[in-house]
């Protein structure tokens, strides 16, 4: 079958029973579609729905509608074939088994997804080193410190070649080293295998320099779906710094708050920000400070991360809401 997305999720819906006739509406109508090679940022604030996003295409959480295909299958009309196509790293690492050593964890989830240990094994052996776990390799994982359990579940979701990857949170409990070690064997594995990979993390800088996309969620739904250089264009474009030759007298001040609801000051520098929704506010800002005898020292365009364009999507400010 010819694919053309590795992972698509369609009309996807969550909606949590826990009991006494209550309902938590955790993901509400959740489209993604992903061809190979893509790595896509999953955010949004805690209880956005990430996790019971990526549990639903595992068939760890049953949606209570809609539709998803991993390489084509479709997980519940063909689970045997799209869930060989899928390894995770799960939140808190639950997805390794505590009372086995690594390399037995290692190999029983390449033999899982049909790799004999021969053929797996130069794999796995790069991985131990690469995550310095060579040396802890027979330990039991339950006698591991959190931050090893963690690298042994990223370990075991990378030692089986699967075209999606999905990882919840993956550098949660890693020292900064490992964090950078597994960003380069994301940006490896979509590079030289054209491997999907789904990252949620709170951590936008690692984001920003892995994820071509991302797809940001409030309360179930999807806000944001772009590539990550025209969010940030999108948004450097709005957000200018004036400072100015002499701060504004009170009533200034206040005038310029009234109508422009998006200044912000900035004392110390004798400078505000203003958040600017078109050109025309742009010139209607010029316009009142040169009515005002307020004089420009200096005009600056700011240039956001990742994390500012995300807090102001998820606070509903500018044209994503
Ligand atoms: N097993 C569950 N039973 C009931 N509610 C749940 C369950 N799992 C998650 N939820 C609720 O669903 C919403 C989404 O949660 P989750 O998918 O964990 O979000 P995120 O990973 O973005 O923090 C939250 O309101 C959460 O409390
Ligand atoms: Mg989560």
Redesign the pocket.
């Known amino acids: 079958m010819p694919l053309s997305h590795v992972l698509e999720i369609t009309e996807l819906r969550k909606i949590?029973r826990?009991g006494t006739g209550r309902q938590?509406v955790?993901v509400d109508g959740f489209d993604l579609s992903l061809e190979a090679g893509m790595v896509i940022g999953l955010l949004?604030?805690?209880?956005?729905?990430?996790?019971?996003?990526i549990k639903c295409c595992l068939g760890l959480v049953i949606p209570s509608s809609g539709t998803i295909r991993v390489a084509g299958y479709d997980l519940w009309r063909q689970p045997v074939q799209a869930r060989l196509r899928v390894a995770a790293v799960l939140e808190g690492s639950r997805n390794v088994y505590w009372r086995h050593s690594v390399i037995e964890n290692l190999r029983f989830f390449a033999n899982l997804h049909g790799y004999s240990w021969a053929a797996a094994r130069p794999r796995a052996e790069e991985l131990l080193e690469r995550l310095d776990l060579a040396d802890r390799r027979t330990a039991l994982v339950g006698e591991l410190s959190r931050g090893m359990q963690q690298k042994v579940a990223v370990a075991c979701a990378l030692v089986r070649r699967c075209p999606l990857v999905l990882l919840?949170e993956p550098t949660l409990g890693l020292d900064v080293e490992t964090a950078r070690e597994l960003e380069r064997l994301i940006i490896e594995l979509a590079r030289e295998q054209g491997t999907t990979v789904v990252v949620?993390s709170h951590q936008m800088d690692l984001v920003e320099r892995i994820c071509r996309r991302v797809a940001i969620?409030r309360k179930?739904r999807l806000v944001v779906n772009d590539s990550v250089t025209n969010l940030l264009d999108i948004f450097a474009a709005r957000a200018y710094r004036f400072t100015l030759e002499n701060p504004p007298g009170i009533e200034q001040r206040q005038e310029l708050l009234s109508r422009f609801p998006g200044v912000c000051f900035d004392d110390a520098a004798g400078a505000f920000r203003l958040e600017v929704m078109d050109a025309g506010e742009f010139y209607d800002l010029m316009e009142f400070m040169r009515q005002a005898g307020l004089r420009v020292a200096q005009i600056d365009r700011e240039v956001p991360d990742l994390g500012e364009v995300f807090l102001q999507v998820i606070r509903g400010e500018g044209s994503f809401a």
Do not use: H
């Open positions: 949590y826990p938590v955790a949004g604030p805690n209880g956005a729905g990430k996790t019971t996003i919840d949620s969620l179930g």
